[in-house]
């Protein structure tokens, strides 16, 4: 059974940091990408960050240049998003996706095979 659970989201101050986990199980993790979204209702699905298997390239979205690392531990099937300097247009609900491709990944949803269920982002004082 295909499970991408996230974890980490959060009430957090403009300015402050947090960091999400997407914690896999049920395929082969080394062949995925996992990519990174975020959506505020009544917008479309975003795509912050991605990043690749085989030779780990990252892709950043405009969004998450120079504020958004994301960073990937194969041994755990577990990709993390450190997000600094957050403001409130950042927040949304944060989902992490699987895409079956190699030293490659993308920033439109449309490509991706697995989902998981989101993790609720809320930057405000």
């Known amino acids: 059974q295909v499970q991408l659970v996230e974890s980490g989201g959060g009430l957090v101050q403009p300015g402050g940091s947090l960091r999400l986990a997407c914690a896999t199980s049920?395929?082969?993790?080394?062949?995925?990408?996992i990519g990174w979204f975020r959506q505020v209702p009544g917008k479309e699905r975003e795509g912050v960050v991605c990043?690749?298997?085989?030779?780990?390239?990252?892709y950043y979205g405009d969004s998450a240049v120079g504020r958004f690392t994301i960073s990937r531990d194969n041994a755990k099937s577990t990709v993390y998003l450190q997000m600094d300097s957050l403001k409130p247009e950042d927040t949304a609900v944060y989902y992490c996706?699987?895409?079956?491709?190699?030293?490659?990944?993308?920033?439109?949803?449309?490509?991706?095979?697995?989902w998981g269920q989101g993790t609720q982002v809320t930057v405000s004082s």
């Open positions: 990043i690749s298997s085989g030779d780990e390239s990252i």
């Open positions: 996706a699987a895409d079956l491709a190699e030293n490659w990944c993308g920033l439109g949803p449309e490509v991706y095979d697995y």
């Open positions: 049920g395929f082969n993790f080394d062949w995925y990408g």
